[in-house]
């Protein structure tokens, strides 16, 4: 059995944050396709690391949709995510700024067309969170968890996942809480990952990224 090694972590890490600051920083490609060309270049790293391939591999576990306590789950943390963001952000969706903003130019989505919205919301919705739940739940948190307790693991990923969302690291560290919980209780990518994209998508909404 290959376990986990913490020196080809750290390279995955690293690489996959230099994979973002070439996809979105050069001027080599326009903004809605940064996203995509980050998830295949980490697609490829990710198959250097016979270790890492194999902890991935095993964490898309798909038995858990056959769990009903799966769908409580995810129905739960939904609402729990509702109730946080109106209260933390002081107000629920804005339906008027929103349609406000699906009808006129908006700085995070310049020259807007259907076809860029779409690879803006695929890159936010899908691929954003394929890649956060494999480098923080799979490989930090399981390696973690494989030299310390599982709560220590749970919540040092957790302080690592808002750390890095630095522009506000107390709702995205809390949401890693959850995330990591599930990952923990279901022994699977999947619950954290769904949760991961739906939030998301309800933020396209909420933070009037569109």
């Known amino acids: 059995m290959d376990t986990l090694k913490g020196k080809n972590i750290i390279c995955v890490i690293l690489l996959h944050y230099l994979i973002l600051a070439f996809a979105f920083w050069t001027p080599l490609f326009e903004g809605f396709y940064s996203n ?16 890492v391939r194999l902890t991935i591999s095993k964490s898309f576990n798909p038995i858990v949709f056959k769990k009903g306590s799966f769908y409580l789950a995810l129905f739960l943390c939904v609402i729990s995510f509702y109730i946080f963001a109106a209260i933390y952000y002081g107000r ?11 009808n006129h130019p ?4 310049p020259d807007r067309t259907l076809y860029k919205l779409i690879l803006f919301s695929i890159g936010l919705v899908v691929i954003r ?5 494999i480098i923080y739940r799979v490989l930090i948190q399981g390696y973690l968890q494989s030299k310390f307790n599982k709560w220590i ?3 040092a990923t957790s302080f690592i996942f808002g750390i890095m969302h630095f522009d506000n690291m107390i709702h995205p560290g809390i949401h890693g809480l959850v995330y990591g919980f599930l990952n923990m209780k279901f022994k699977s990518i999947y619950p954290s990952l769904v949760l991961h994209m739906l939030w998301n998508l309800y933020a396209l909404f909420y933070f009037n990224y569109i």
């Open 36 to 51: 995509i060309i980050a998830f295949v270049l980490f697609i490829f790293v990710l198959t250097l690391f016979k270790d």
């Open 92 to 102: 629920g969706i804005d339906l008027a700024t929103t349609w406000y903003y699906l």
């Open 153 to 155: 693991a749970l919540f």
């Open 106 to 109: 908006h700085y995070t989505v």
């Open 129 to 133: 969170p394929i890649m956060e739940e």
